[in-house]
T-cell receptor, first 114, second 115 residues
Framework: AQTVTQSQPEMSVQEAETVTLSCTYD???????LFWYKQPPSRQMILVIR??????QNATENRFSVNFQKAAKSFSLKISDSQLGDTAMYFC???????????FGKGTSLLVTP | GAGVSQSPSNKVTEKGKDVELRCDPI?????LYWYRQSLGQGLEFLIY????????KSGLPSDRFSAERTGGSVSTLTIQRTQQEDSAVYLC?????????????FGPGTRLLVL
């Protein structure tokens, strides 16, 4: 079974600063995909960034980047130049190449303050 | 529509009543998922539909839960004889193909409260 752990239930960062959200996972699979989803108060889950396990290069999407450490089974999300609109729950998720349903962590609540 | 829609947005019901939650997927999306998000928890997989194949119901927590997808489009999740522990946000997600790497597009969810 695959498990996803987010050890930070809540985090806070000031506007324009950088924050890193942690995620670790456990799997015996070698081919899989990792995701960070954002859930604002509207409840609509939105994909932030995706990483293929076979790629060594860390994914980057504008202000969002990941630090993917495959051997350590770690997948952290870095948000640069934080904005008030980044306030949301952030979920780390895993899916193996042999699966079809995402396995989610319990989420990290991020608050961006002025 | 432009995205996945779900109805109702909120539902309050009494213990023991049946409820139906609806999901309208993005047009053309063949795969559809139902997830449950309990307070303070991540999303829990419930059921998966892919095209005309038999659904994977392995995540349904009890036989009080069922779901169907008519014509490969709209899906309904039914909870019979609701219990207080069924209170949660129920999220629907769809994607266009069969690739597990593809983005799942989520609806806004239905918040269910069982009194």
């Amino acid at each position: 079974a695959q498990t996803v752990t987010q050890s930070q239930p809540e985090m806070s960062v000031q506007e324009a600063e950088t924050v890193t959200l942690s995620c670790t996972y456990d799997t015996s699979e070698s081919n899989y995909y990792l995701f960070w989803y954002k859930q604002p108060p509207s409840r609509q889950m939105i994909l932030v960034i995706r990483q293929e396990a076979y790629k060594q290069q860390n994914a980057t999407e504008n202000r969002f980047s990941v630090n993917f450490q495959k051997a350590a089974k770690s997948f952290s999300l870095k948000i640069s130049d934080s904005q008030l609109g980044d306030t949301a729950m952030y979920f780390c998720a895993f899916i193996s190449n042999s699966g079809y349903a995402l396995n989610f962590g319990k989420g990290t609540s991020l608050l961006v303050t002025p | 529509g432009a995205g996945v829609s779900q109805s109702p947005s909120n539902k309050v019901t009494e213990k023991g009543k049946d409820v139906e939650l609806r999901c309208d997927p993005i047009s053309g999306h063949t795969a559809l998922y139902w997830y449950r998000q309990s307070l303070g928890q991540g999303l829990e997989f419930l059921i998966y539909f892919q095209g005309n194949s038999a659904p994977d119901k392995s995540g349904l927590p009890s036989d009080r839960f069922s779901a169907e997808r008519t014509g490969g489009s709209v899906s309904t999740l039914t909870i019979q004889r609701t219990q207080q522990e069924d209170s949660a946000v129920y999220l629907c997600a769809t994607l266009s193909g069969q690739g597990v790497w593809e983005t799942q597009y989520f609806g806004p969810g239905t918040r269910l409260l069982v009194l």
